[in-house]
Nanobody, 123 residues
Framework: QVQLVESGGGLVQAGGSLRLSCAASGRAFSSYAMGWFRQTPGKERNFLAAISWVGDNTYYADSVKGRFTISRDNAKATAYLQMNNLKPEDTALYYC????????????????WGQGTQVTVSS
């Protein structure tokens, strides 16, 4: 089993920045691809970004390219999402996710989810 705990959400003005953290425990952190998703009430959980431990490859949804950066620190068993130039439409509950033995590009790829952290961007 893998446990994921997000932190770093909060209230920020449009144009500002936040860094989300996802601390992993329970199994070897380096064995999993990691990703970030977000969801608003009544809507689907959408893919934002993913990082592969082998080769450190990254992939981003078009909506966040150039603004969000995913990274990892294996020594701390933690993944991060640096969010810059935030917009009101970025307001959502943000989830980190882990996938073993597959690519991480959609919710059905996910083996483990964090509990979510709220990000609110004011105008």
């Amino acid at each position: 089993q893998v446990q994921l705990v997000e932190s770093g959400g909060g209230l920020v003005q449009a144009g500002g920045s936040l860094r989300l953290s996802c601390a992993a425990s329970g199994r070897a952190f380096s064995s999993y691809a990691m990703g970030w998703f977000r969801q608003t009430p009544g809507k689907e959980r959408n893919f934002l970004a993913a990082i592969s431990w082998v080769g450190d490859n990254t992939y981003y949804a078009d909506s966040v390219k150039g603004r969000f950066t995913i990274s990892r620190d294996n020594a701390k068993a933690t993944a991060y999402l640096q969010m810059n130039n935030l917009k009101p439409e970025d307001t959502a509950l943000y989830y980190c996710a882990a996938a073993l033995g597959r690519g991480l590009r959609a919710a059905y790829d996910v083996d483990y989810w964090g509990q979510g952290t709220q990000v609110t961007v004011s105008s």
